[in-house]
């Protein structure tokens, strides 16, 4: 008796769900999805065009070589020569901050000194924030060692983090020492220039007294380690093989990368030096200066080692910064864009448009919300309408555009478009943050680097297999993202029609996968 009264209020209970949801569905679900879909159609259309826009740029500078670079007719090789007859070379600042960088401190350090530049006329400075004593010592050992050579190196270290990088470049730049130098390369910890960095950049400063800003192209050193390594690949060569290309070459304006640049010291003093206001202040850095009138060029064949994140973890975390403090220096910089009377209309709409607008805020949303919440929550209301070319064709082409720019990885675009998807919850996420200047939003992680000891705790793993608790692999997000999407890709097989469960297969596959910790290397605590 017991058992027929329980089942009966089960069905009770379904049959009153089930009732509310036909209730709510015509009158309140179908208009509110409808409307999320005309909005995310319109933020695809707009991250289309923008692709197509710098698609048709970067063909046209290719095509007819015209690279911002390529345009100052530098002969390199006469530069130097004229100035090592005159002996007038600028005396350069070479900064390297740094955070408990055991794995990494010898490279960068070690690449620095080797840069070519007459030794009276460059200092090293590493601003070594380690909180662990060890590392401290390790890192001034080092230095010293450089000095005994009769490297011009410097030691610095703070009690403190205030700032970040920001706040140990600022305190940098007020050493006594520092007065004469005229410009500043930075590096970060895992970078190594080649010797001749300073002379295929400090040229271009020399000769343009209205440039602030020379960026080089990172190239990554465990880019085959594994498929997470990949992927990023695909993603920064797009950065930089277009994004910035196009910026550099239209408008002399692109986000300062934080690493392998040169400024020149007068331009960062005049946009008013390093400011810790948000997570990425080489991008705030960047703006100010571009406020101020002055030009970037982005050297796209110059190319600076460094390392990419292996573990999921560690890429979540940068994700993270790289997500919020735009979204955030947005906010805070919107007004001031707008009311800025030095630079022309045409290039405040470009600023707040396209660089922050389309690129930090609308490309994490759509990805997210429309690709994996819209079309999946579509299937289970067939009311709605979802046009095909908003739902296949765009995306396929921004895809194949992004694609093209790593030809040896062209075959793992499926993959770059699942781990995309996945990975754009936590960017969207990060986003809102930033906007709304909710908790986290100043929230800086170093990027954890292995440098050789991953390479050598990966070959040894067959010697001992490590030990780890299993919560530090799951990540509960993705499941949770990956069992909707498997809800929706089961009830499109039994009810659907548009065969979009081939897609949510895929993609609840990726989430799973993502959030069982199947992704990247591993690094048990």
């Known amino acids: 008796m017991r058992d027929l009264i329980f089942k009966e209020r089960q069905v009770g209970i379904l049959e009153s769900l089930a009732n509310a949801w036909r209730g709510l569905r015509g009158p309140v679900v179908v208009p509110l999805l409808q409307f999320a879909v005309y909005v995310c159609s319109a933020m695809s259309v707009m991250l289309f065009v923008e692709r197509v826009y710098m698609a048709i740029v970067i063909i046209c500078v290719k095509a007819l070589k015209r690279k911002r670079y390529t345009k100052y007719k530098l002969k390199l090789d006469t530069v130097k020569k004229e100035l090592e007859d005159s002996g ?218 460094n390392e990419l994140p292996s573990t999921f973890k560690a890429y979540r975390y940068q994700q993270h910064r790289w997500s919020c403090g735009p979204a955030n220096l947005f906010r805070k910089m919107f007004k001031e864009i707008l009311q800025c009377e030095r630079v022309s209309l045409l290039k405040k709409f470009h600023v707040l448009y396209a660089f922050f607008f389309v690129r930090k805020i609308v490309a994490h949303f759509v990805t997210f919300f429309f690709y994996c919440i819209i079309i999946p929550t579509c299937v289970l209301v067939p009311e709605v309408h979802l046009p095909k070319y908003i739902a296949i064709y765009i995306p396929s082409t921004i895809s194949i555009l992004n694609a093209i720019c790593t030809p040896k990885s062209f075959h793992l675009l499926i993959f770059w478009i699942l781990f995309e998807n996945v990975l754009s919850m936590h960017r969207s996420k990060a986003t809102i943050i930033g906007l709304l200047e909710a908790n986290r939003v100043n929230e800086w992680v170093v990027t954890e680097k292995l440098g050789n000891t991953g390479k050598i705790k990966a070959s040894s793993k067959w010697l001992k297999r490590p030990q780890f608790r299993l919560i530090e692999r799951i990540h509960m997000l993705e499941i949770i993202l990956g069992c909707y999407l498997l809800f929706c890709a089961i009830y499109d097989v039994l009810y659907g029609r548009d065969h979009f469960y081939v897609y949510l297969f895929l993609q609840a596959g990726a989430a799973f996968i993502v959030g069982f910790g199947y992704v990247g290397t591993f690094m048990p605590s």
């Open 88 to 305: 007038t070379h600028p005396k350069v600042l070479v900064q390297i901050p740094m955070f408990n960088e055991k794995e990494v401190y010898r490279l960068s350090i070690g690449a620095a000194c080797g840069l070519s530049w007459p030794f009276d006329k460059i200092i090293i400075q590493v601003l070594d924030d380690s909180t662990d004593l060890v590392i401290r010592e390790l890192v001034e050992s080092e230095c010293q060692r450089w000095a005994s050579k009769g490297v011009n190196i410097k030691y610095e270290n703070r009690s403190n983090r205030n700032g970040y990088n920001a706040g140990a470049m600022r305190e940098g730049l007020r050493k006594c020492y520092v007065k004469d130098c005229e410009y500043v390369a930075i590096f970060d910890a895992d970078f190594q220039p080649e010797p001749d960095f300073l002379w295929r950049t400090i040229p271009f400063l020399l000769s343009n007294h209205d440039l602030a800003l020379v960026q080089a192209r990172w190239k990554f050193v465990n880019a085959n380690e594994c498929l997470l390594t990949r992927l990023q690949e695909m993603s920064l060569d797009y950065h930089f093989g277009v994004e910035q290309e196009v910026g550099s070459s239209t408008y002399s304006f692109f986000g300062f990368n934080g690493t392998a640049g040169v400024w020149r010291l007068e331009a960062l003093k005049d946009a008013g030096g390093w400011k810790e206001r948000t997570t990425v202040e080489d991008m705030d850095l960047a703006v100010r200066a571009s406020l101020k009138g002055w030009k970037f060029v982005f050297v796209g064949d110059l190319w600076v080692k």
